[in-house]
């Protein structure tokens, strides 16, 4: 995990990572210009991290809201 963990501090797209417990072990959350750059950064990881990924699902964003929970 340690590894794992100093490479995704590595990469400034990261805006978010999590360990989790169930399917998925890990989840990380990033902010790409396009498509292209999204390729680059998970080839890059999967290249990294061949021997340990069984699977992985990517979900893409085109836009996020901002949620206010309280009045102003």
Do not use: C, W
Not at 17 to 30: I, P, Q, R, V
Not at 55 to 64: A, C, D, M, Q, V
């Amino acid at each position: 995990e340690k590894p794992l963990i100093s490479y995704l501090k590595q990469i400034p797209n990261i805006v978010f990572a999590s360990k989790y417990m169930g399917d998925y072990t890990f989840g990380f959350e990033l902010e790409v210009k396009n498509i292209e750059e999204l390729n680059k950064i998970l080839m890059d990881f999967r290249y990294k991290f061949s021997d340990f990924i069984e699977t992985y699902e990517s979900i893409l964003f085109f836009k996020e809201h901002k949620v206010h929970y309280l009045p102003k």
